[in-house]
């Protein structure tokens, strides 16, 4: 970052130290700037927010019917 901000300061346009900075080649890279715009989708997105919460809400009832199946089996 220090060479980014220093480039700049000497008139350059920091794109050389901005290279360095993100590097492509690197699948850490590519993993945050999937998990980021999976983000932005659901933030942004009211369909996809919905179809989120729906899931969210059917994965609920499963547990809470599991468990209380499990309840249930443990008193007999």
């Given at each position: 970052?220090?060479?980014?901000?220093?480039?700049?300061?000497?008139?350059?346009?920091?794109?050389?130290?901005?290279?360095?900075m993100?590097?492509?080649?690197?699948?850490?890279?590519?993993?945050?700037?999937?998990?980021?715009?999976?983000?932005?989708?659901?933030?942004?997105?009211?369909?996809?927010?919905?179809?989120?919460?729906?899931?969210g809400?059917?994965?609920?009832?499963?547990?809470?019917?599991?468990?209380?199946?499990?309840?249930?089996?443990?008193?007999?």
């Amino acid at each position: 970052m220090f060479d980014l901000m220093e480039e700049i300061a000497s008139g350059g346009s920091g794109l050389s130290s901005l290279s360095k900075m993100l590097n492509f080649d690197d699948s850490d890279f590519w993993k945050g700037a999937l998990v980021g715009a999976a983000v932005v989708l659901l933030l942004t997105n009211e369909s996809a927010q919905g179809a989120l919460f729906k899931t969210g809400a059917r994965a609920k009832e499963a547990v809470k019917g599991g468990l209380d199946k499990v309840k249930g089996s443990g008193s007999e």
